[in-house]
């Protein structure tokens, strides 16, 4: 009957599937047309034109997802820490005031290095590194250091309590942490908490009941900017890696370390845990207290810019330099990724380096080839395997035969999952941080990692390097060479989801 109305008509019957080829062929021009104005890598742009080619309709719900340019995020969220008003920027003020003179002393001091002097100056341009000097830096190594000292402050806090982490677990142990922050919210200390959505899921789903507490004892507890709601769905790849705690806007936390209990006990596989974290006080406190203000803002909309978060402190008794380095998807620059290959393009002795596991770019795997093919000593440490990611794990073995072939020394951690995020080279200046050497870190998550241009904290962190080595198996090049084909073609094949992972 349709095909006799369309004869009446005069108008010609189109077979269904040359619509439906028409169709396609339409779908992937105009695909590949909006992948290309990315500008991206040539080999990232031909991999999403072959998954739109590949999987119609659903490459795309993945590019949307998982792809995107992260500059399309950084349009919109550049803008929101303006909406703080110039409150913030005075609040701030006395340290910017010193942060230009502390940097030309520094970059002109012959004592230095070429590569603190370097790194200094760079991390300056991205627009995304604070930089102080007045301050006290204790370097903690796993949680048996780190909890105890958090607890202590926070039983000590007098106005408020900040916390930013991308795992919040709500195990045995994070519930007595949980009745301390109660009893200190009821006591007057404004308790503030934000987790990421996606790390800490189980909240928002499984854990509401922990989540009830923390709020009825008066715990401002909120997952930040909630990548699970609806309108927010689209940004679920961006998620925020960071950890921080500020107690009274004067002693500062952050690191590789996440709050749980499996800090203490071990996670997956394992019965211990390896972790890195620092303690901070002076300058760089103001500056943590300033980045949890804005994550704050960004999800709540609540403005903390009264001078009590912001208190003015005495110099402290030790000048350490410090530098806070911020990238994200909300970043114009790869900053901790910058920073990465900067330290590793600018050692003369020795890199040494910690993760939990080993996806890098290109960039950061062509720094440590070329280090390492130059003489420099570079030794890499990663966990044996992740406690979730297969996919992760059997990507990695094919990078680290990249740097066994170059020449570089990789180690797998055996006594603990090694989580420490840790960079260090030449006993002169040392990275602590939340980035892990994988391209998420570099270029996807919220991150934020310390530089610390210190001689004496440098030296302390290779000496806990060097008796990590003792708990260590070398990769072998020639034993993974002798492993069956299937293997190492499933391990190349997870290379090919390495920014994914």
Partial sequence: MVSNLFDLLGIPLIPVPYILWLAYVVYLIAASVFIILDNREPSDTFAWILSFLALPVVGLVLYFFFGRNTQILSQQQRLLPQALGTALTERLAPLTQRQTPHITAMSSDARRSVAQRRLIEMLRRTRLAAFTVDNDVEILQDAAEKYPRLIADIEAAKDSIHMEYFIWQADDYMQRFADLLIRKAQAGVEVRILFDALGSHWLLWRKRGYLNRLRQGGVHIYPYLNVLGLLRLHTINYRNHRKIAVIDGKVGYTGGMNMGEEHLKGAGIYDAWRDTHLRLTGDTATVLQAIFVTSWYNTTGEKLVDSRYFPQRQQTETRVPVQIVLSGPDSQWYAIQQLYFQMITTAQRHVYIQS???????????????????????????????????????????????????????????????????VSIDSTVCSIGTAN?????????????????????????????????????EFNLGEYRRRPAWKRLRDSVARLFSPLL
Avoid at 368 to 391: I, N, Q
Avoid at 454 to 472: M, N, R, V
């Fill in 356 to 422: 939990p596991f080993f996806i890098p770019d290109q960039a950061i795997s062509q720094a440590l080839t070329v280090a390492a093919m130059s003489g420099v000593d570079v030794k890499l440490m990663f966990a044996p395997r992740d406690t979730a990611s297969v996919l992760a794990n059997w990507a990695a073995n094919t990078y680290f035969v990249d740097m066994a072939r170059a020449g570089v020394k990789v180690y797998l951690y055996q006594p603990a999952y090694m989580h420490a995020k840790t």
């Fill in 437 to 473: 050497m994988d391209i998420r870190s570099f270029h996807i998550n919220y991150e934020m990692n310390a530089v610390i241009y210190d001689a004496a904290k440098a030296q302390e962190l290779e000496t806990a390097f060097e008796h990590d080595l003792q708990g260590c198996v």
